[in-house]
Every structure is written in structure tokens, then in C-alpha cells.
């Protein structure tokens, strides 16, 4: 059945009452009772960013935190029913609204960013690898990848330094986070921009290290080829150990 549209209004009211705080008069409403309504409402949504950002709730003043949540509040139409993924519209929301400018944080972005990449990640759905071997050839053999990551782009090292420290250090890094397959963990590295490449050639094209060396040779003859090598294999023997590449990928014969 439609609602009438006094009853479309009342109901418009009491959202826009419970969002800002503004207009509270509801017909048929206690104004106490409607205070109360509010509060809870205010309170979950606050309570879940405070959950999933605790260092930016550190690093900002009580008014910046609020004045964030305020507008969020009042002003983002959510996209997901989930409130534990509210978060990544949060960091959104603040992104788009220029908040690092108006607070004069410029790290505020990747700061979000990376807090909540670990959500992201530990919250993911399962991805189960193909077969394969724990001991291999990590020259010639193809490596299967623990596929439970996520890799960023950050200009501020918020991961590397405290965030108020990160704006003397602003480049170009990258930021690899992912889930450990027996206890769920979440694990960050830091990776070189030559180690991206090795990575997302592994991960991304399963190409081996032999199939690299070989891409890298062939498009700069004049490339130092065993230093090259000697420094990917390294990466490879880390990637192993901190469980970002499973193993060896099994090979089969018909």
C-alpha cells in the first residue's frame, strides 16, 4: 500500500531530524524521545569510524573528527547496507571533500587509505590457490601467488612513518597488504617500484623468473642481467618466506 504524503513528509522529516539535527518537528513525535533517536543513530555511525580509523582519530583534533562525521552524516547517501563497509565511503566522502586541504593535513588521504586497506583485506572473500608444490626451482618454475592482497599507491608514507612525519618524505610508494593463509593475519610491505614490476609480472602475467630476465634483456641489451637477476631472486626468496607466494605451481602431464 502507498504511503499518503503526510506520511511521506513525516517520514522525510524525521530522516533529515535524525541526519542533521535541524527541523525537528515531527508530527506525532516526543521531541525527547526524537533526541534520544538521533543519538543512537550519530553514536553507531561514529563508533564504526572510530573502530576502523584509530590513528586518524589520534592525529586529528575532537572538532575535526566531529566536523568529518558530521558531514558524512548528514550529507553521503551510503551505497552499501553493510555498515562495516561504511568505512570505505567514509574514506571516500572525506577524499572528495577535500578535508586533508581544509585541516591542512595533506597525509589525511593515505592515512584513511591505508587503514582501511586493512579492513579491506582482512574482510575479503576466500581465494583458494591451484596446487602446488612447497620446494621448487625459483628460476625456471611458475610461482603460485597468494591471491588475498591488495596493492596500493601512496604519496605520504604513513606506513613507514608517524603520519605528522610522513609530509617530509612524500614520493611515490607502494604498498603491498595481504591475509596469511593459516592464521588470517594481516602483513604489510613496502615495495620498491622494480619489485612491483617483479610482482605484478609473477602475479598478474605468471610469468617465471627466467621468463623476466629474458623480457628485461631483450628491451635493454645493455642491462646489468646478473645483478638484475641476483636481486629478483632475492625478491622471490622473501615473497616465499612471508607467504605473498604460496609455492610452486604443479605441472601436469596428460
Known amino acids: 500500500m502507498l504511503y499518503t504524503k503526510e506520511t ?7 530522516t533529515n531530524w535524525v541526519r542533521t539535527g535541524t527541523d525537528p518537528s515531527v508530527p506525532g513525535t516526543v521531541f525527547e524521545g526524537l533526541k ?18 584509530p590513528i586518524t582519530l589520534e592525529i586529528l583534533t575532537k572538532e575535526q573528527w566531529e566536523l ?15 555498515i562495516w563497509k561504511l568505512p570505505f565511503e567514509f574514506y571516500q566522502f572525506v577524499e572528495s571533500n577535500n578535508f586533508a586541504e581544509k585541516f591542512n593535513k595533506p597525509f589525511l588521504n593515505d592515512l584513511l587509505h591505508f587503514e582501511w586497506i586493512e ?7 576466500d581465494e583458494y ?29 604513513v606506513h613507514l612513518y608517524a603520519a605528522k612525519e610522513a609530509v617530509n618524505h612524500i614520493g611515490d610508494y607502494y604498498l603491498l597488504s595481504y591475509r596469511v593463509p593459516e592464521t588470517f ?12 614490476l617483479f610482482f605484478e609480472k609473477i602475479s598478474n602475467e605468471g610469468m617465471t623468473a627466467k621468463e623476466i630476465l629474458d623480457e628485461f634483456q631483450t628491451q635493454n641489451p ?20 612471508e607467504k605473498v607466494f604460496l609455492g610452486f605451481s604443479q605441472t601436469y602431464h596428460n
Open 68 to 82: 568529518m562525521v558530521d558531514e558524512f552524516f548528514a550529507i553521503h547517501n551510503s551505497q552499501t547496507p553493510h
Open 8 to 14: 511521506y513528509q513525516s517520514q522525510k522529516k524525521l
Open 222 to 241: 645493455e642491462i646489468e642481467i646478473e645483478q638484475l637477476k641476483s636481486n629478483l631472486l632475492d625478491f622471490i626468496s622473501k615473497m616465499l618466506f
Open 129 to 157: 590457490p591451484e596446487p602446488y608444490n612447497k620446494h621448487g626451482d625459483s628460476f625456471n618454475e611458475r610461482l603460485e601467488c597468494n591471491n588475498e592482497y591488495r596493492l596500493i599507491n601512496l604519496k605520504y608514507p
Open 36 to 53: 534520544q533517536y538521533r543519538r543512537l543513530f550519530r553514536n553507531n555511525i561514529n563508533n564504526t569510524m572510530m573502530q576502523a580509523f
Open 119 to 125: 579492513i579491506d583485506v582482512y574482510t575479503m572473500a
Open 185 to 196: 593475519k594481516v602483513k604489510f610491505i613496502n615495495l620498491p617500484p622494480l619489485h612491483v
